[in-house]
């Protein structure tokens, strides 16, 4: 079974500050993805990274696919509060394109 | 396009009874997976569906869980019977086989007292 560790599991930081969270695994995956989950609602997809090393920049988000594709980073620059939400990792392999799911880092950006 | 729509949003049922969750995936996907998440286990895989055919079920917990895609529009999720620990937000998600990403409804919060 491929197992995704998030880290930390919790974050809460004050508008402006820069933060990293962690997606972690003993596997590797042939693509991995990064998605943002808010109270209520189903978690909203949001970068694909599928080669090792590779760095895809979304606004203020850095996402980082580690060397041997086993981990990535996710960086946020100047946090605001709409940047409030659950962050889940996710990771693909072979051609059954199953996805498995770290639980998440709990970020809340405070005014 | 509408999304993901699941239905109901929220679900109360007692211990026992028969609870069954609707999925409308995509126009266009053809794969289709549900996942249930609680804040112990994260989400988790139950089944899922590629072009109406049932891959891989070896997630659905017990025998009280089945699944049905009877057609490209809908699928079924269905709990018989209902038990306290089947609590929990039941997601239903929608994507092309070609490894794009997941498009994720708003799920069912399912609660058995």
């Known amino acids: 079974t491929q197992l995704l560790e998030q880290s930390p599991q919790f974050l809460s930081i004050q508008e402006g500050e820069n933060l990293t969270v962690y997606c972690n695994s003993s596997s590797v995956f042939s693509s991995l993805q990064w998605y943002r989950q808010e109270p209520g609602e189903g978690p909203v997809l949001l970068v694909t990274v599928v080669t090792g090393g590779e760095v895809k920049k979304l606004k203020r988000l850095t996402f980082q696919f580690g060397d041997a594709r086993k981990d990535s980073s996710l960086h946020i620059t100047a946090a605001q509060p709409g940047d409030t939400g659950l962050y889940l990792c996710a990771g693909g392999g072979g051609s059954n394109y199953k996805l498995t799911f770290g639980k998440g880092t709990l970020l809340t950006v405070n005014p | 396009d509408a999304g993901v729509i699941q239905s109901p949003r929220h679900e109360v049922t007692e211990m026992g009874q028969e609870v069954t969750l609707r999925c409308k995936p995509i126009s266009g996907h053809n794969s289709l997976f549900w996942y249930r998440q609680t804040m112990m286990r994260g989400l988790e895989l139950l089944i899922y569906?590629?072009?109406?055919?049932?891959?891989?079920d070896s997630g659905m917990p017990e025998d009280r869980f089945s699944a049905k895609m009877p057609k490209a529009s809908f699928s079924t999720l269905k709990i018989q019977p209902s038990e306290p620990r089947d609590s929990a937000v039941y997601f239903c998600?929608?994507?092309?086989?070609?490894?794009?990403?997941?498009?994720f409804g708003s799920g069912t919060r399912l609660t058995v007292v």
């Open positions: 569906f590629n072009n109406n055919v049932p891959i891989d």
């Open positions: 998600a929608s994507s092309l086989w070609s490894g794009d990403g997941y498009t």
